[in-house]
Structures are given as structure tokens and as C-alpha cells.
């Protein structure tokens, strides 16, 4: 996208915390969760079982499975086996289903752990180096966007 041409007042984007966008502000500080459905979340016991699971895995986001088995306390995990997608709500709704495990950002899991259809198998939340970020091209009429940005920056995941 040409950032001369905007196509809105505002944008979210989710970025590396090294690799931010000019003047692009985060929204909060994210952190890793490892999920699955409340079946499956009963044959793991230890971290080490993750191991013999399927995992489903958000593309480009790899990275989340190294933090988390670092945070777990175990060795790489295998991610040959198992599902992949480019969206992580579609990862989400596959762990749901029981298809296995996935890693994603606490604040994704929030309504899917509130109606009980993922569980975290394991009290861990590790710091992403990904978050969300607002942008404001400053070029929306009578300071609405700059008002919805302010909104935006004073709530909670």
C-alpha cells in the first residue's frame, strides 16, 4: 500500500515489535496463550505431551510455538505434523473442534475460554514480541478518528 494513498483514517495492523510502522502505536501489550478444546485439554497432562499432539499452526506466526515451548520448559516442537492456516480465528476454531493444539494471542482467546469451548492446558502466558498497532493518517475530517484512536488506546483486550 502506498501510505500517501490512504484507504482510512485509521488502521490496525499486527506487527513484530521490532518491525512497527511510522508512527503506528500499540494497543496493548500481547501475550502468548497455548489452547485447545476441553476434550483434548484432558489427555494433557505434562508439556511433554504436547509432543505426540497435532498442532495447528497460524503461517507466519511459528515464532509463537518457539516462545511457548521455551516458556513450557521443553525442547523445539515438532511442526511437521498437524493443521496450518493463514488465520488465526480459523487456527481457533479448529482447536475448538478438536483438532488439536494451537498457540495464539491471549486476547484472541478470551470468548472462546468465556464459553468454554478452549481451555489452556497449561497457566503459561509468555510476552509476544507481536502486537497490535493503530495508525492515524491524520488526514480524517473534524478530529473523529483521532477521537476513535484516543477511544481505542484507553481500552483493554
Known amino acids: ?5 490512504p484507504i482510512a ?4 495492523t499486527i506487527n513484530r515489535d521490532d518491525e512497527v510502522p511510522t508512527g503506528a502505536v500499540k494497543m496493548w501489550n500481547e501475550r502468548l496463550a497455548l489452547v485447545c478444546s476441553p476434550e483434548v485439554g484432558k489427555t494433557v497432562k505434562t508439556p511433554r505431551d504436547l509432543e505426540e499432539m497435532p498442532k495447528i499452526l497460524t503461517l507466519g506466526r511459528q515464532e509463537y510455538w518457539h516462545i511457548l515451548s521455551k516458556a513450557l520448559g521443553i ?4 511442526m511437521e505434523r498437524g493443521f496450518r492456516s493463514n488465520s488465526s480465528n480459523i487456527c481457533l476454531e479448529m482447536a ?3 483438532l488439536g493444539v494451537t498457540a495464539s494471542f491471549a486476547s484472541l482467546i478470551k470468548t472462546y475460554l468465556d464459553r468454554g469451548i478452549l481451555v489452556e492446558p497449561f497457566d503459561v502466558r509468555p510476552v509476544s514480541p507481536w502486537s ?3 495508525t492515524s493518517t491524520g488526514l480524517g475530517r473534524g478530529g473523529a478518528a483521532d477521537r476513535l ?3 481505542i488506546l484507553d481500552g483493554e483486550p
Open 1 to 5: 500500500q502506498d501510505p500517501s494513498d
Open 9 to 12: 483514517d485509521l488502521t490496525i
Open 75 to 78: 525442547g523445539p516442537i515438532d
Open 96 to 98: 475448538a473442534n478438536g
Open 132 to 134: 497490535y498497532y493503530v
Open 149 to 151: 484512536k484516543d477511544w
